[in-house]
Each structure stands twice: as structure tokens, then as C-alpha cells.
Nanobody, 125 residues
């Protein structure tokens, strides 16, 4: 019954910005953690940023710190990922994930229980 659907993926030029959205349902967001992950073909899925559903605690992977911002609007059942200064290496399919609030800050993919289908982001000139 848990559902997550990403949107907003697009083709963006290097240095550009893009904001992704993920709408969610089927669980109480206040007792969950939500996050953004990304995956490139041939590589493992990696965490980008995450946020506690009931609090505003956020965590970022090093490559995302300072460039990406995760946020949420619980009234809209949506989380966002604002990306700036995009680089070609940011090209990937971006996924929205959910897990139970607890040990989530390190964003180990196997610990996350639910995923959206992903939205592709391509950074190219």
C-alpha cells in the first residue's frame, strides 16, 4: 500500500538547476524517513539526501552537500530535491525511498523498504 512516485526529471545543461518531487502515500510520514537516491547503469544505487518525516533533520552525502537541498511538505505528501550547479556526473535515475525512522542517516539502500519507479536526470550540453 506504500506508494512513492517521482517526477521532475529532465535534460539540464551543466551548471543548471532542477527540482525533483516525490509524492507519497500509504504510511504515516511522521514515523518514517524519506530519501533521494540515484543510480547509474552498471553502478550501485547510492544515497543522495534524506529527511525525517516528522522532524526536519536532514543528511547529505558528500557530493550533494552544498549543491542539493532536500525538503518536504507533509500537507502535500511530497518531498523535494532541489539540485543546483548540476554536473555531468549527476546524470542518473533518481529514486525516492522510504524506511522506518531510526537508523537512516547513512542511506544504505538495502535498509530502505520502499521505492518509487524513478525519474531520469540527464546533465549534458
Amino acid at each position: 500500500q506504500v506508494q512513492l512516485v517521482e517526477s521532475g526529471g529532465a535534460l539540464v545543461q551543466p551548471g543548471g538547476s532542477l527540482t525533483l518531487s516525490c509524492t507519497h502515500s500509504g504510511f504515516d510520514v511522521n514515523y518514517a524517513a524519506l530519501g533521494w537516491f540515484r543510480q547509474v547503469p552498471g553502478k550501485e544505487r547510492e544515497g543522495v539526501a534524506c529527511i525525517h518525516g516528522g522532524e526536519d533533520t536532514t543528511y547529505y552525502k558528500d557530493f550533494a552537500q552544498g549543491r542539493f537541498t532536500i525538503s518536504k511538505d507533509n500537507s502535500k505528501h511530497t518531498i523535494y530535491l532541489q539540485m543546483t550547479d548540476l554536473r555531468t556526473e549527476d546524470t542518473a535515475v533518481y529514486y525516492c525511498g522510504r524506511t522506518y525512522a531510526g537508523s537512516y542517516w547513512n542511506m544504505v539502500p538495502r535498509r530502505w523498504t520502499d521505492w518509487g519507479p524513478g525519474t531520469p536526470v540527464t546533465v549534458s550540453s
